[in-house]
């Protein structure tokens, strides 16, 4: 799917799982909230790119330096190394610049209420550092104690609602696949002609392939989120003439 999105010609990608669909009398709502994670992905997109001309100018100032730490922090949610401080500032234009420089997805997130599925955690990485993913059910132990009560403390839940920017600073094309994280493979369970199969998943498209995106969650309404996993779920309000 990754390779898909990275041949698409487009600045602005919106992705929706096929089975959220809803009677047409609440479209206009669910368009209205498209319309906010749009508007919030070109907000941020505009910050950053304005970072990213300020930092590749010849000269730098340190009060840009400043700002462009303090919006990765505050607005993208993102820690900088802990010897941030102590580098000098050829280094740490280019920590900035390395930050800022990929890949934005905005992602809607609905109240967690029980849905089978995945949601917005953070994760510790290899290198130390912490990210925000969306992380899947089958990705997690769930016997370990200790994993199972943070997935059990899930506010949010992933309705898979995702706004993507996939051009950087200069209007051109990410690749897509430079931002693929080749180990978040996990198993899950499968099931074919009634027998049960264990399946080794290569990295999904928003949990793995997206791995190194800037990443932004959004809490939009449940009214967003009507799913059709089984026939008695097209008894639920949402899809009711």
């Not at 906010?36 to 340190?62: M, T, Y």
């Not at 897509?176 to 899950?188: E, H, N, R, W």
Request: charged residues 25%; aromatic residues 8%; hydrophobic residues 40%.
């Amino acid at each position: 799917m990754i390779g898909n999105l990275n041949k698409l010609d487009a600045d602005i990608v919106f992705i929706k799982n096929i089975d959220n669909v809803a009677h047409d009398r609440f479209k206009a709502e669910m368009f209205s909230w498209k319309k906010a994670l749009a508007g919030c992905l070109i907000s941020l997109q505009q910050d950053i790119f304005s970072n990213l001309r300020g930092l590749h100018q010849e000269s730098v100032s340190s009060r840009l330096i400043r700002d462009a730490a303090g919006f990765i922090q505050n607005k993208l949610c993102q820690k900088l190394p802990a010897d941030f401080q102590s580098k000098n500032e050829i280094q740490q234009r280019q920590i900035l610049i390395q930050k800022l420089d990929r890949p934005l997805r905005v992602c809607g997130m609905v109240p967690n209420v029980g849905e089978p599925g995945g949601g917005p955690f953070w994760v510790w990485e290899n290198n130390g550092e912490i990210s925000k993913q969306i992380v899947e059910t089958s990705q997690i132990d769930l016997a370990d104690e200790n994993q199972n009560s943070i997935f059990k403390a899930l506010t949010h839940f992933n309705p898979v609602d995702i706004v993507c920017g996939l051009r950087n600073w200069k209007g051109e094309p990410f690749d897509l696949l430079k931002y693929v994280d080749p180990g978040a493979v996990f198993i899950s369970q499968k099931t074919e002609d009634g027998r049960d199969l264990k399946a080794l998943e290569h990295p999904g498209l928003w949990n793995g392939a997206m791995a190194y995106w800037n990443t932004v969650f959004v809490e939009v309404p449940l009214i967003t989120f009507n799913p059709v996993k089984q026939i008695t779920d097209l008894l639920r309000e949402a899809h009711m003439p």
